[in-house]
């Protein structure tokens, strides 16, 4: 009986962690909560001059900001865990849930919105084939590179707030990075020849087997890295 309330308790303790990562995001609020789930949708502007046969450049945009938005909903849930009250708040809700458990939490809370990104990436792709009528033959791969983006952004996210007590100017860095690669990438696309950015505008992008192989290798080691990382920096840190 001890054993099963004690299952109990933790299981309970788990589910509390979850929705404090997801009250960190959404305020407990039914209209904030619709207002971030709809926000990305303002991303399939990328894609009005886009025509059938010019889908590659126009979905990666679209699908690397809205990556990148869910990714920054993940840093978003660290703000329970910055040097504040906040932090004693936290602890009292997942407590007598070991730190293990809460750093796993964590991860759990990032598959969630990894779930909700993709949801999202798939109405916004549906709603620019309807409105725009833009091409899908670099669906498949545009969307399974996301995918791996996705975890690969948030293997980096995660330690990296793990290990820092200011949350704003862990933020930042995030944020700034994200530009930065973004913009990076629009410089490099103008300064290709006409024919090769036409090239990569209007065709499919490939990926052979082998290279979707070392994708998905590279993102599964690189998650289980991520969480050994984040285990011993919250695990060494004070609470």
């Not at 545009?142 to 293997?155: E, H, S, W």
Request: aromatic share 12%.
């Amino acid at each position: 009986m001890a054993f099963t309330a004690d299952t109990s308790i933790h299981r309970h303790a788990e589910r509390i962690a979850i929705r404090m990562d997801f009250a960190a995001i959404t305020g407990n609020s039914t209209v904030v909560n619709v207002i971030a789930f709809l926000a990305p949708l303002v991303f399939t502007a990328f894609t009005w001059q886009s025509g059938p046969d010019e889908s590659g450049l126009p979905l990666t945009v679209m699908a690397y900001l809205t990556v990148m938005y869910w990714v920054a909903s993940i840093a978003v849930m660290f703000q329970f865990n910055s040097d504040n009250q906040l932090a004693t708040a936290r602890m009292i809700g997942v407590m007598p849930v070991s730190r293990r458990t809460q750093v796993a939490m964590r991860y759990c809370s990032a598959g969630v919105l990894f779930v909700i990104c993709f949801t999202e990436l798939g109405i916004e792709i549906a709603l620019s084939r309807l409105w725009f009528g833009i091409g899908l033959s670099a669906l498949a791969t545009v969307v399974t590179l996301a995918m791996a983006a996705f975890v690969m952004l948030a293997a980096i996210v995660i330690p990296v707030f793990y290990s820092c007590d200011d949350f704003t100017k862990a933020y930042s860095r995030v944020f700034v990075g994200a530009i930065t690669v973004f913009f990076a990438a629009q410089i490099i696309m103008l300064l290709l020849p006409d024919g090769l950015r036409s090239q990569v505008l209007s065709t499919a992008i490939t990926v052979p087997p082998v290279g979707w192989a070392v994708i998905a290798a590279l993102a599964i080691l690189a998650l289980a890295v991520s969480y050994r990382i984040s285990l011993r920096i919250w695990s060494a840190k004070e609470l």
